[in-house]
């Protein structure tokens, strides 16, 4: 049924697009959210107040707003209020990711504003704002039915670019689209079929932890599977609507960014042939989540778009220096908008430590390695950051801190013996002051990357 609407909104001028996207968002989530609207509706005035009161400390406060309304919106049964339902939880945490991202837009808007008038020329910025949204602007932003509960995150520019397209109907989806959804009909049997045989629950039964320690082991692979197999299908889908709307299909020459956006600055053309992908609202590389050699580069390939935003507004502005701990920040901060459950942070906080491992293990073994080697070390790596994956996934689903410990404990803290193994021998094999120099390289690179992807589209962090 979607199909007719997105190609109503397609078809229309920017200004019906823009009403009959937020007409049709707002009701979504009034229909589905009730009473509960209120809080979404709550956190969108909140954040035009802040960027109206002072534009230059909107990201920072934004983001304190945004994520202490989080925690109200979960403790709102504490003060007698009722519980609000999932899709109002799904509603809210994408709408604080737009926000926060909104604020820095804003922002960035007003510095390439001053820039300009200082220099008498335009600021080299791609992607960035050519005026200050209006309040009715951020609401049509907020409530665009397109990815209103199932995402992809993407910017105000992305969300401005879609409703002013010139010529939509030039614009390639039918093909794209059904490339995006060829093989969901394969995860989702895949998940029905593998769940069936490997229910959660039973790992809570005391049933569970009388089978054998190689089954209770495998028995995580197959919860991960069955995890990745529903998310891999739930995007998949989400990207497929996206598509068929036209939101977040560039030129490729633009080097668009899941999430982000463009990277190279373009001058649409409707008399010019040009080729379009829709990289800015890819949230999900099934592909290579499944085989990318380390437990770094699998976090940019699962989540894309919300990888992307943590990339750009948490980890240029964690309070550490350290890659690990920066890395840290940026897992914990990603946990608290998750939810409040224990689970969350014993999974997410596993992760640094797993990079730690890996880098110890690089710089001490694989550095010294021949390339057969190094093609054996990388298998083995591969292999390993799967059972990491797996191990952490188990705190994700099982959310009771209980519920995680006892699992871990069955299996031995297997993941974490093997990664704090790996750390002490690449110091026992004096890897440490190369390790210290690959983390101190890669943190490098991290921050010349992000400083460079803010210059190209203007923003800026406090």
């Known amino acids: 049924e ?15 697009k823009q009403g009959a996207a937020l007409l049709l968002g707002l009701s979504i989530t009034i229909a589905t959210c009730h009473i509960h609207t209120l809080h979404s509706l709550v956190t969108v005035i909140g954040t035009w107040i802040i960027i109206k009161s002072s534009w230059r400390h909107a990201p920072a406060l934004s983001l304190s707003w945004t994520f202490l309304y989080l925690l109200f919106f ?22 604080t990711l737009k926000m926060v991202s909104l604020a820095n837009e804003v922002r960035s808007f007003h510095v390439e504003k001053k820039k300009d008038v200082s220099s008498f020329a335009k600021s080299p910025v791609v992607g960035g704002l050519s005026q200050e949204p209006s309040i009715y602007d951020i609401l049509s932003y907020s409530y665009c039915y397109v990815g209103i509960m199932t995402g992809p995150f993407f910017r105000f520019q992305t969300y401005i670019d879609w409703v002013r397209q010139p010529s939509p109907l030039a614009l390639p989806g039918l093909t794209p689209c059904l490339q995006r959804l060829k093989l969901v009909p394969v995860y989702g049997a895949l998940f029905l079929a593998v769940n069936s045989v490997f229910p959660l629950a039973y790992v809570r039964t005391e049933d569970f932890l009388d089978q054998n320690v190689f089954y209770r082991m495998f028995y995580m692979v197959a919860i991960f599977f069955v995890f990745r197999m529903r998310f891999y299908s739930a995007w998949c889908g989400a990207e497929a609507v996206c598509i068929s709307a036209g939101l977040g299909c560039y030129p490729e020459k633009t080097l668009s960014k899941p999430g982000g956006g463009p990277t190279v600055d373009y001058s649409p053309d409707p008399t010019t042939e040009e080729k379009y992908d829709f990289k800015t609202i890819q949230n999900i590389d099934c592909y290579n989540t499944d085989f990318c050699v380390k437990v770094r580069h699998g ?30 920040w940026t897992m914990f901060i990603s946990a608290y908008w998750h939810g409040l459950h224990p689970g969350y942070y014993l999974s997410f906080l596993t992760i640094p430590l797993c990079i730690a491992a890996e880098s110890a293990m690089e ?79 890669e943190e490098k690179r991290e921050g010349e990357k992000i400083d460079n992807d803010k210059n190209k589209s203007g923003e800026k962090t406090d």
């Open 74 to 95: 979960r403790l709102v049964t504490k003060v007698g209020l009722p519980s609000p339902t999932p899709f109002a939880n799904a509603v809210q945490l994408l709408l």
């Open 363 to 441: 710089a001490s073994v694989r550095a010294k390695l021949g390339p057969r080697g190094q093609n054996i070390f990388d298998w083995v790596h591969w292999f390993l950051k799967m059972r990491a994956y797996d191990y952490m996934c188990m705190g994700f689903v099982l959310l009771n801190a209980t519920d995680t410990i006892n699992y871990w404990m069955s299996i031995y803290f297997i993941m974490h013996v093997i990664a704090v193994c790996c750390i002490l021998v690449g110091r026992v094999l004096k890897g440490g002051k190369k390790e210290g120099r690959r983390g101190d390289k």
């Open 299 to 328: 976090m940019r390939y699962w989540n894309m778009t919300v990888q992307w935003w943590l990339h750009h507004y948490i980890y240029p502005n964690a309070p550490f220096k350290a890659y690990t701990l920066r890395a840290g």
């Open 2 to 16: 979607w199909l007719p609407l997105c190609n109503f909104s397609v078809t229309s001028g920017p200004p019906v």
